[in-house]
Nanobody, 124 residues
Framework: QVQLVESGGGLVQAGGSLRLSCAASGLTFSTYSMGWFRQAPGKEREFVAAISWSGGKTRYSNSGEGRFTISRDNAKDTAYLQMNSLKAEDTAVYYC?????????????????WGQGTQVTVSS
């Protein structure tokens, strides 16, 4: 059974940083591309960042570019999202997702597996 478990969310002041983790089990993690999405209250879920199976390719949303860094450790079956210079508008539930073969990493429908999410709240 595939499981993706996010952690690292919490309450942080604007300008602060958080690092989210996504621990995977039940799949061959090193063969999956990973993505991070987020959903703010009253809004649709949106793409944040993605990383290829090898870590050699990354992609970011406009809002995350320059502030967020996605990475992975295939030896630990874990993906990360380092978030710096956080803003109030970054407040959302953050989800990680995994996909074996992907054409467009920003498309939610491409992903095979999803975690339950972790809450990030940024106070202004």
């Amino acid at each position: 059974q595939v499981q993706l478990v996010e952690s690292g969310g919490g309450l942080v002041q604007a300008g602060g940083s958080l690092r989210l983790s996504c621990a995977a089990s039940g799949l061959t993690f090193s063969t999956y591309s990973m993505g991070w999405f987020r959903q703010a209250p009253g809004k649709e879920r949106e793409f944040v960042a993605a990383i290829s199976w090898s870590g050699g390719k990354t992609r970011y949303s406009n809002s995350g570019e320059g502030r967020f860094t996605i990475s992975r450790d295939n030896a630990k079956d874990t993906a990360y999202l380092q978030m710096n210079s956080l803003k109030a508008e970054d407040t959302a539930v953050y989800y990680c997702a995994a996909v074996l073969s992907i054409l467009d990493p920003s498309k939610e429908s491409e992903y095979d597996y999803w975690g339950q999410g972790t809450q990030v709240t940024v106070s202004s």
